[in-house]
Structure formats: C-alpha cells, structure tokens
C-alpha cells in the first residue's frame, strides 16, 4: 500500500512534468552517456532525435544529416525489416521491449551484441506517436543485464559453447531448471530463444571469419556448427541480409 509519502512524491513529480518546456525533455542526457545510443522515431520510423554516440557509429558528424532517414537507409533490408516489426510492435501494444538482445552493425557492417530497450511515445490525449529506445553493447557476463544468477549462467554458457549441439538437458544441469522453464525465461527477459542465441553467435563467429580468412565457405559453415553450406547460407542471409558470398565482397 502507498503511503502519505508516496503520494506527495507522485504529486510532486506530476507537478515538475506539467511544468517542464518541452523542448528541454530528458533525452538531452542521453548527449553524456558514450556507452548508450538514444534514438526516437515517428510512427513511420523516421528518426527525430539521435543522440551524438549513435551519430557517430553510423559515420556522420552532424544530427541534419541522419534526422527523417529510416533504418532502411543504413541497415541490409531484413534487419530493418526486423527493428521495424519490434517498432511497431512498441507503438501498436502501447507496452515497452525490454532488454531485446540482438545482432547491431557498426558502419563498417561488423556485427556486435547488443541489448535494446524500447518504448512508446505518449502524447498528452494518450495517443502512442512514436518510439524510443536506448541501445547498449551486451556483456553477458555482467550482472547489471539480468534479473536472476540462473539466465546469467545460462547464457554464459551458451556463449562458451556456440558450435556445439546444445541438449536441452545440459541447459538444465547447468540451471537446474526445467527446459520449459528454460524457454519461457529466455522469452520474457531477453525476447529470444536459447536456441535463436546460438544461432546468433554462430552468425558472427563466421563474420569474422569470412572477414579475416580465405578459408572457403564450405569449411566455415562446418566450422561454425552447421550441417552444410546450403543451412549456413539461408540463417546467414536471414539475419545479415546479403549472403556469405556478398558480405565477405562487401568487406
């Protein structure tokens, strides 16, 4: 139950958003923080607000020049198509996604983990007219992600075996929870699947390969934990967007 305190806090902080400019909103904070990225975006997912750290990981200098462009303009179409389902989602639901772990590419296409929050813009009649969001790169290993010591053990230990063929019992030895108690932890902390995760960093384990080797694409698919080159090809494409053929040309 709230006490006479709590009240005259929420009363007091009710006052402070009623009397605030609008142009001078929070997200101007966002400015002084390097290892997050703020981005807002209008219901067609134009963006409107980018904060410096997110202007300079896509290689611009000034906020003109990324204001009113989309996540079409800098992404391979499928991961766009992706952050804008989640958009739409946020928008649509009225109900925030929390802590989304996700493949993010740096504007030299490399991918790396990271971790997205987001949620609806409200206007004062109560509409959903946007969406905003912070991104932050994702260290398993660090407490401050996760809400429980179990998810941390077990995605570290997902993280330390991506080529492996993980049971769903070693998931379970490793936690001590059951495996559909597994899945349903993953999905409603992290929005994805252990299964899902694996896939990912079998994605950039090959990212740096086809980056930093000659080796065939063949030999990489197997050594990155698919059956054959053909499997390897159709989860690449749908999470990067190009082929393996096409990215290791592009970089």
Known sequence: MSGPNDQVAASIKEGLLAAMDPVAGFHALFDFIDSVFFFAKDPDGRI?????QLLRHYGFSKSEEMIGKTDFDFLPRSLA??????????IKSRQPLIRQVELFLDDKG?????????LPIISKQGKAIGVMGVIQ?????????????QLSQLINYITDHPLESIRPGELTKVSGLSARKIQRLF??????????????????????LLRFTD?????????????????????????????????RAAH
């Open 81 to 90: 198509e992706e952050y804008r389902r989640d958009d739409l989602q946020v």
């Open 215 to 247: 080796a065939p694409i063949s030999e990489i698919a197997m050594d990155c934990g698919f059956y054959d080159q053909s499997a390897f090809t159709r989860n690449f494409k749908k999470r990067m967007g190009i082929t393996p053929k096409h990215y």
């Open 110 to 118: 490399v991918p790396g983990w990271y971790m997205t929050t987001k």
């Open 137 to 149: 790169e994702f260290d398993a290993s660090h407490p401050r992600f996760f809400g429980g010591k």
């Open 48 to 52: 409107l607000f980018a904060n410096p």
């Open 187 to 208: 999905l409603e902390t992290l929005n994805t699947t252990p299964r899902d995760l694996l896939m990912k960093l079998r994605i950039r384990k090959s990212c740096d």
